[in-house]
């Protein structure tokens, strides 16, 4: 059974960081891109960050460069973001996803065909 379990969000004041993990089983964690997604009330869900192992290829949305760190410990299925200098508009519902045409998707922004999702985890930014 597949599971992409994701933790680590919360409460943080403006300025603040966060750390949420991914930890993933139940599927061939090195054949996968992972990507973290969100979807803040009364908006779009948008890609954040995505990372695939195999090929060293990341992508950050351009709202998040430079203050968002995407990493993946292949030994732990677990992909990390480290989220830095936060604001108010990070507050959001973020997911773990994964795909093995991941990035493709992020050209075509075509989330639903996405192979696996989390459940989510809140984060909330205080200004």
């Known amino acids: 059974e597949v599971h992409l379990v994701e933790s680590g969000g919360g409460s943080v004041q403006a300025g603040g960081s966060l750390t949420l993990s991914c930890v993933a089983s139940?599927?061939?964690?090195?054949?996968?891109?992972i990507g973290w997604f969100r979807q803040a009330p009364g908006k779009e869900r948008e890609a954040v960050s995505c990372?695939?192992?195999?090929?060293?290829?990341?992508y950050y949305a351009p709202s998040v460069k430079g203050r968002f760190t995407i990493s993946s410990d292949d030994a732990k299925n677990t992909v990390y973001l480290q989220m830095n200098d936060l604001k108010s508009e990070d507050t959001a519902v973020y997911y773990c996803?994964?795909?093995?045409?991941?990035?493709?998707?992020?050209?075509?922004?075509?989330?639903?065909?996405?192979?696996?999702w989390g459940k989510g985890i809140l984060v909330t930014v205080s200004a």
């Open positions: 996803a994964a795909d093995n045409e991941l990035f493709l998707r992020l050209v075509t922004q075509n989330y639903d065909r996405m192979d696996y």
């Open positions: 139940g599927f061939p964690f090195d054949d996968y891109a």
């Open positions: 990372i695939s192992s195999w090929d060293g290829n990341i």
